[in-house]
């Protein structure tokens, strides 16, 4: 069974493909850095049968090209996005942000699409990572927040419009996760506030009930329920994954 992980150079993207590989799913790793891509790929179990295809997913016409050799697709997990602040003025970071989070996984989906559909399997599988902060609003974050509350929305239609084809469309939203996205995060957080990065981690803490970060591979371990053949019943459905942080 084949399954697109995209943003699969590192993080919870990395994680994902290696804990889908250890199931037996062949993968196409996709993301914009072909260095990092074959760095996850030679971390994955079976390394021969996945394969590394480069693009951007604001590039409708990339992610078509990366596709194009694969005859069929079980699975996507939209995983790929960018995070930082955006100010409104000349260097506003809004429209890079939500092009990439937003559009760039609807762009994403929707090449894959025709591919899911030729797979035989009796349900197909599409999971789209958003965030916590899709149900948060934090100063400064508007396009990061903006574009992640999105995903939910595409994620209800998108499960709701291919019913009928049987395929199943889920989100998840992890909260604070131990990648280096989080790390660089908590060093301009630290920055900020002129504080040691050990005393943001504890501000950042606070509010965590269980007081700690999520690993990559809890997240991926979910990410493989939610795909698995067993899973028949979720659809349209946001899953939290944060320590207790949100509890809706």
Known sequence: ??????????????????????????????????????????????????????????????????LEKIPSLYGLIANAGIGGENKFGDQDRWHEIIDTNLT??????????????????????????????????????????????????????????????????????????NTEMAQEGLQGFADALDISKDEAYKEAMKPVPLGKMSKPEEVAKLVAFLVSEEQTSFTGQTLDINNGALMP
């Open 104 to 177: 760039g996984t609807y762009q994403t989906i929707q090449a894959c699409l025709p591919l899911i559909k030729k797979d035989r399997a009796p349900f197909k599988k599409i999971i789209i990572i958003s965030s916590i902060l899709a149900r948060l609003g934090v100063p400064g974050y508007s396009a990061y927040c903006a574009s992640k509350a999105g995903l939910l929305g595409l994620t209800r239609s998108l499960a709701a419009e291919h019913s009928s084809d049987r395929i199943l469309i889920n989100a998840l939203c992890p909260g604070w996760v």
């Open 1 to 66: 069974m084949n399954i697109a992980v995209t943003g699969a150079g590192s993080g919870i993207g990395r994680s994902i493909a290696e804990v889908l590989a250890e199931r037996g799913y062949s993968l196409i790793l996709l993301g914009r850095n072909l260095d990092n891509l074959q760095s996850t790929k030679g971390l994955l179990k079976n390394s021969e049968q996945h394969q590394c295809q480069t693009c951007d997913i604001r590039n409708s016409a990339e992610i078509k090209r990366s």
